[in-house]
């Protein structure tokens, strides 16, 4: 009797993706890439060492779903960075996965052409041109790591990495953490706790091996080094923000039982601001005025912007979507993103300088 089909029963299909090492031979580092993403990283590295006094802030659309609005974005980001860069150091937030919650649009590289043709391969490859464009325009760029394999494909043109609120448990996600080049920030859980994000950071720090691809596409058991620039990101949870005083504070004890150092993140989206990007600029505000009393702990700050504010469903005519307006999350338009930073900078610029390592 002939044995009965055990696997793959669930598989439609498995359709060739181009390897990391081909898609990056289309589309190389440029040295100009390369040296935003080095000095990036650096600069990061030393804020989260309190070698650079200034507070970096990862600013830019919910996720990235047209490349053409996105570098319009960029260079007006670009231009502010360069206006406040006594203070602030500016990441651009270059998101092109989406964890989802049920179902919807699950991002750029998984659907670039929003219609569910699911063109990945092609998706990659827009992904990792719109990064190398955005690093040529002169920005650093941070994103969240979310599928285990897609760091070997444009890994080396970000300068920071999320893990986030969904996977900040995840052993996969923590392992990936311990081999990527970048400082790590993971966000507290959905429901505010702060253990998953401690635990993150010191699994992350450590050593791992794992399952994972190498440039050539193939099978490889990835050993890792482990990743010391691992931070927490408040971000909200559990029906309450945790961007106060009392939030912050915690967090501070969580690390220092931990052993860790004290650097936080205040994300001024998400439960922090109760989803509404109304509120983002007075969490922003708040969390100014902490450091200007006194706190040591908060290094950088997250907001959601784009040229447009608010949000809109994706249409089934494509060519009714609004230009620069976020098709997941509502974020700020440009000109109160302008307002916050540059608002920000004032309240700090005379205090910054001044400021011990906790």
Known sequence: MPFSKTENLNI???DRMPSPDEITATLPLSDRAAQVVTEGRRTLQDILDRKDPRIFVVVGPCSIH???????????????????????VLVMRVYFEKPRTSTGWKGYINDPYMDDSFRIDEGMQKARQFLRDVNEVGLPTGTEALDPIAPQYYGDLIAWTAIGARTSESQTHREMASGLSTPVGFKNGTDGSLDAAVNGILSASHPHSFLGIN??????VIRTRGNGYGHVVLRG???RPNYDTVSVSLAE????????PANIVIDCSHANSWKNPDYQPLVMR???????????????????????????PIPADLSQLRYGCSVTDACVDWSTTETMIRGTRDILRDILPKRSAA
Do not use: W
Not at 215 to 220: A, E, I, L, R, Y
Not at 253 to 259: E, G, P, V
């Open 66 to 88: 047209d490349p053409v609005a996105g570098i319009d974005y960029a260079r007006r980001l670009k231009a502010l960075a360069d206006e406040v860069s006594d203070t602030l």
């Open 286 to 312: 708040d969390v100014a005025h902490q450091i200007r009393e006194g706190n040591q702990s908060i290094v950088g700050l997250m907001i959601e912007s784009h040229i447009e504010a608010g949000n809109q």
């Open 215 to 220: 440039g050539q596409g193939q099978s490889s």
């Open 12 to 14: 439609a299909a498995f």
């Open 253 to 260: 004890k969580a690390l220092q039982k931990a052993k860790l």
């Open 237 to 239: 949870g559990g029906g």
